[in-house]
């Protein structure tokens, strides 16, 4: 057990470190309300491997449907394959989904993820602890920090949008087969027009006994949207 908790510590000093970098761009007062996401839209990207290039295909995130339950946001593939159902409370609250593409950090979250903690502003920070219960009802230790750092000009598709970038620094627990500690960071530049970011950037690793063993990498980019 005291190796298990020196391993931990030592996982989650690394995710701190991570998140320890120099803000990117342009700081200001201007504070970003939620959005409202309706039923019926979607925003389309292009995703590329952040290690050579390659293009790995299209994904689609709709909004299934707004109740009082929550609101229901599927990603889909371009054949139509399922990569995400997810359940938020609010916009930025999310209570279920995939934490990443390995397909293995799926479930619901206790407390839920808060992705945003709106309203966003230049500097404003928050961290949690929480847990994850996956379909067997295990649960699994996560930790999330995150952080809104500048605004940046960024050209999607000929056009020019102002988004606020967004970094948030994950420690996602062991995975199997091996049960390597996976982390993840998300660097995300958010244009409040549209209700969601128009480009990412994924980086993951796992953290062993020997060292840091870098892991997926993926680039995400805007490609069309859709309005309810």
Not at 181 to 191: A, D, G, I, P, T
């Amino acid at each position: 057990m005291t190796d298990r908790r020196q391993f931990l510590s030592a996982s989650a000093a690394i995710a701190l470190s991570a998140c320890a970098t120099t803000p990117l761009g342009n700081i200001a007062t201007t504070e970003i309300p939620a959005p409202q996401w309706r039923a019926g839209q979607s925003w389309t990207y292009r995703r590329s491997d952040a290690y050579n290039g390659l293009d790995r295909g299209a994904i689609t995130r709709e909004v299934e449907s707004v109740s009082e339950r929550g609101i229901r946001v599927v990603t889909r593939r371009a054949n139509g394959a399922t990569v995400e159902d997810a359940l938020f409370a609010s916009p930025g609250i999310q209570l279920s989904g995939t934490l990443s593409e390995n397909g293995y950090v799926v479930g619901t979250f206790d407390p839920p993820l808060i992705r945003y903690a709106f309203p966003l502003v230049s500097g404003k920070r928050w961290e949690q602890r929480m847990h994850r219960t996956d379909s067997n009802q295990s649960r699994y230790y996560l930790a999330v920090w995150s952080a809104v750092e500048g605004w940046q000009d960024v050209q999607v598709n000929d056009r020019t949008y102002r988004a606020i970038i967004v970094r948030r620094t994950m420690l996602l627990g062991p995975t199997p087969p091996e049960d390597l500690e996976l982390h993840r960071e998300e660097l995300e530049w958010y244009v409040p027009e549209l209700g969601t970011c128009v480009r990412s950037r994924i980086h993951e690793w796992t953290v062993t006994l020997l060292g840091v063993e870098p892991g997926y990498r993926l680039n995400l980019q805007l490609d069309s949207f859709k309005s309810a």
